[in-house]
């Protein structure tokens, strides 16, 4: 059987390396998370099963995983959401999910050859240029699942979403009562699998901002909005919340947390963390209170706020809340 050449091998080595740096570092915006199927109910199950292909565990029924080059807001955006719109002449991605197909998992593709030099090319570049907009809690779960690769060359992480307690109870609804329940808690998810958030943030933060970080950024910035009049409490009190989870595991870095408060509709946190300074072993804190305007009349919608305005451009050398109102905490780090 006769074999196709790839003529890619036949240039010189160091010519070969100098595309797969331009192939790699061609986008330095990278956007993470899931967009709902969007047609008739056929069109949608053939996109799901069709060529043997099955939903994607760990996101919403009928969602599939999106990693696209370049900022899309409507892939962090809860109140606009993307979507991906099938018809009967759509057809199916090839080689798993269409898009999540980038040169870093492309190149690897072509033979076995490419991808061994690719490995060795990754291992030695220290110039980390990506940018990574991530949705909470989906488009963790697909970086953290199926594009951890990704955080090689990453120089900032910003991730937005939405975070509701599937276990904490605040103290003032036990004293009130039964309140509604929030639509987040009736998410269905393919195969029944729940994705594992709080360990996921965990891990990425640790490989990020720990003792010993294996993927150190310049900057990480968290936009969770927290939905319900009872929501304050949930920010510090649970365990899992995104917030908790962050300062949990950040060990030296600047942090700012700017907490934005609602009058019904929910609480928002912002923070913020800077890489320390070569030898800089302490974690200082600094936090304000805003007041969070959303959901009434004439206002933006509940939950818009999660998608910052400048995004997606950011400042490397500017926390949140670093303001002259800002409560500071600064200590050592053992």
């Known amino acids: 059987m006769a074999t196709q050449t790839c003529h890619l091998l036949r240039l010189p080595i160091e010519l070969r390396l100098q595309i797969y740096g331009y192939a790699l570092q061609d986008n330095t915006r990278l956007t993470i998370g899931s967009a709902e199927l969007v047609g008739s109910h056929p069109d949608i199950v053939h996109r799901l099963y069709g060529s043997n292909r099955s939903p994607y565990p760990g996101l919403p029924v009928h969602h599939e995983p999106v990693t696209e080059a370049g900022f899309n807001p409507s892939l962090l955006s809860t109140t606009n959401p993307a979507v991906i719109p099938l018809t009967s002449g759509t057809h199916l991605p090839h080689g798993g999910y269409g898009h999540c197909f980038t040169a870093h998992t492309a190149l690897p593709l072509v033979n076995k050859r490419i991808n061994a030099e690719l490995r060795r090319y990754i291992k030695c570049v220290t110039k980390r240029t990506t940018s990574l907009f991530i949705s909470y809690p989906h488009g963790l779960h697909v970086l953290r699942t199926l594009t951890p690769h990704l955080l090689r060359q990453t120089r900032s992480i910003h991730i937005a979403g939405n975070y509701v307690s599937r276990t904490f109870c605040p103290a003032r609804a036990a004293c009130m009562g039964p309140r509604g329940r929030l639509p987040e808690l009736d998410v269905k998810y393919n195969a029944n699998v729940l994705p594992q958030s709080a360990e996921q943030l965990n891990d990425l933060i640790q490989s990020c901002f720990g003792p010993k970080p294996k993927h150190p950024v310049t900057k990480l910035e968290l936009r969770i909005f927290y939905p319900g009049d009872d929501s304050y409490s949930t920010v510090w009190g649970d365990d ?85 109102d800002a409560t500071v905490v600064d200590y050592p780090v053992n």
């Not at 070569?278 to 936090?287: E, I, L, P």
């Open 240 to 324: 899992n919340s995104p917030i908790v989870v962050a300062l949990r595991n950040i060990h030296c870095a600047q942090v700012g947390i700017e907490v934005w408060r609602g009058r019904d509709s929910g609480t928002g946190v912002y923070l913020t963390a800077r890489a320390p300074q070569a030898g800089d072993k302490r974690r200082t804190v600094s936090t304000v209170w805003r007041r969070l305007e959303e959901g009434r009349r004439g206002e933006p919608k509940c939950g818009s706020w999660i998608v910052d305005p400048n995004w997606p451009a950011w400042e490397d050398d500017l926390a949140a809340s670093d303001l002259a």
